[in-house]
């Protein structure tokens, strides 16, 4: 299996079939747009930088827009509603979490999540494999508040996600922020693309960080 970071929120996961979260079109926040055609697209809300299904389509794509459970591919696909703030959406609107499941390597992705999910929520989220977690603040929760969520979910990954990089146009914070919180023998820098199998993942939590 592999994984493929286009930056921002935007992952291409790759089995039989290729899986994108959230693509953006690039130019809009200032860095370079997803090479990428999906068969399964999930978008987690309805924001310029998260929508950007036009690029990363092709004719039979399957996108999916809203919470709830389907199978696509024999991926199984769990779309949780959420928030883009700490008010209920009343900032920022809605988002969806979504948990999917791909030949028993779990994957969750947290979208633009403004908030700390209830421990009922997280409990239907667990267990998580891979844990992609925005760690910019500003827009979605900041540092702190990830590394609290990821103690609470406790993947076998956390993979941080929409934080500053070179280009990127939006005020939010870099990912050291976030990795200042764990001890450096739990980080490790895969680069740009990672191949894995289920026997890579590590007993307790690591943080993997993707680079452009």
């Not at 406790?154 to 050291?176: E, T, W």
Request: aromatic share 8%; net charge negative.
């Amino acid at each position: 299996m592999r994984i493929r970071w286009h930056g921002h929120a935007c992952f291409e996961i790759e089995n039989e079939k290729i899986l994108v979260t959230d693509p953006h079109d690039g130019k809009s926040i200032g860095i370079k747009a997803p090479f990428v055609e999906g068969d399964i697209i999930l978008v987690s809300h309805d924001h310029f930088d998260h929508n950007a299904v036009r690029l990363v389509k092709k004719s039979d794509s399957k996108v999916v827009r809203e919470p709830g459970t389907r199978t696509l591919h024999k991926v199984k696909i769990k779309g949780f509603p959420s928030y883009h703030d700490q008010n209920q959406g009343s900032k920022r609107g809605s988002n969806i979490i979504y948990r999917f499941d791909d030949e028993g390597i779990t994957f969750c992705h947290l979208g633009d999540l403004g908030h700390m999910p209830d421990d009922r929520l997280i409990d239907k989220l667990r267990p998580v494999d891979f844990l992609f977690i925005p760690v910019g603040g500003t827009f979605t929760i900041g540092p702190e508040e990830a590394k609290e969520l990821v103690d609470k979910i406790k993947p076998s990954i956390a993979v941080p996600m929409h934080y500053k990089v070179g280009g990127l146009s939006l005020d939010i914070k870099g990912v050291n922020s976030f990795l200042s919180l764990y001890p450096e023998e739990k980080i490790h820098k895969v680069g740009v693309e990672l191949d894995f199998l289920r026997s890579d993942l590590p007993d307790e939590t690591e943080v993997w960080v993707f680079s452009l």
